[in-house]
């Protein structure tokens, strides 16, 4: 065969593979677009996500501005959602709140999956004793209750946000372990691995070229998921005053200060509920969507691969 022939027979398997890729992205897109929820989940999260960006723009005034003459206004033009006890604008808190919250999960997040990506990636493709101390840690704090575990360390640690990512981080890698190393344990039976070890390839490159891009669905799943446990325990935790201390803007902090208000300015303690309730379920929501697109035992998928 010709080295003519073997560009254009090349050059026809690149393009069919491009053609299909495209055809099963577009698929997916349209499935997910189909179901209600994801499309919610989508616009709740992009919403806030936009309002995190833009808060210097959208917001009213700066989170920490006293007027002291209109403490706990009700909500009008000049305040949307109403002031606090110390007349600070409730929608500009809000909107600086979700900077923060969305800083810290996304950090957790990173954190978390760096190291139970690693960890289990060494658990399943080592096996034996390695993998057998490592499950066994991760066994020994998911012994824990993960929240009760976080207010520990973040108790010891002292109330800062620092301190809860810490906490939270801690408590969070051990779920991305366990699911990759289930993963790994799976895809390290199939016969391109086998082939891949025969022909002598390195571990390291065996893990990372062919064993990590095929269990990277469940974990994109989870850490979307994971946003919004992230989120809400990071208002739990500074709700207890082991977070955000004041005046940060952070949700869980405007929850705590304005509990005493509830009765006489329901605003002061609504819209901060609300903001939390929103994000967390538009990250499920998401999250369900994605994990129903991109699961490979799903039917269309395995049409997909049969074109």
Do not use: C
Request: hydrophobic share 50%.
């Amino acid at each position: 065969m010709s080295n003519q022939d073997t560009t254009t027979k090349q050059s026809v398997i690149a393009t069919t593979r491009r053609r299909y890729r495209s055809v099963k992205n577009s698929r997916r897109l349209g499935r997910f677009l189909s179901n209600r929820l994801n499309v919610v989940g989508l616009l709740f999260v992009s919403v806030v996500v936009l309002s995190a960006i833009f808060a210097p723009v959208i917001a009213p005034e700066g989170p920490n501005e006293q007027d002291l003459f209109n403490r706990l206004d009700s909500p009008s033009v000049d305040h949307p959602m109403g002031t606090d006890q110390l007349g600070r604008d409730v929608l500009s808190r809000l909107l600086y709140g979700a900077r923060i919250s969305l800083q810290i999960s996304l950090a957790v997040v990173a954190i978390t999956l760096a190291i139970g990506t690693a960890v289990g990636l060494v658990a399943g493709y080592a096996g034996g004793w390695v993998d057998e101390a490592l499950m066994r840690f991760v066994d020994i704090l998911l012994a824990f209750p993960g929240i009760l575990l976080a207010l520990v360390i973040a108790g010891i640690l002292g109330p800062n946000l620092t301190n809860i990512m810490i906490a939270l981080a801690v408590v969070g890698w051990t779920q991305y372990a366990r699911i990759i190393r289930g993963s790994v344990l799976s895809v390290k039976q199939e016969e391109f691995v086998k082939a891949a070890q025969l022909m002598g390839v390195p571990r390291r490159r065996i893990v990372l070229r062919h064993i990590l891009p095929n269990v990277v669905t469940p974990v994109i799943v989870l850490a979307t998921m994971d946003m919004a446990y992230v989120i809400l325990g990071t208002a739990g935790l500074s709700f207890l005053g082991l977070g955000a201390q004041p005046p940060t803007p952070e949700w869980g902090t405007m929850l705590s200060q304005g509990r005493n208000f509830v009765d006489t300015a329901w605003w002061v303690v609504n819209f901060p509920g609300l903001a939390i309730m929103i994000t967390v379920l538009g990250f499920n929501l998401l999250g369900d969507g994605l994990r129903d697109v991109l699961d490979p035992r799903d039917m269309g998928d395995v049409e997909n691969k049969g074109m």
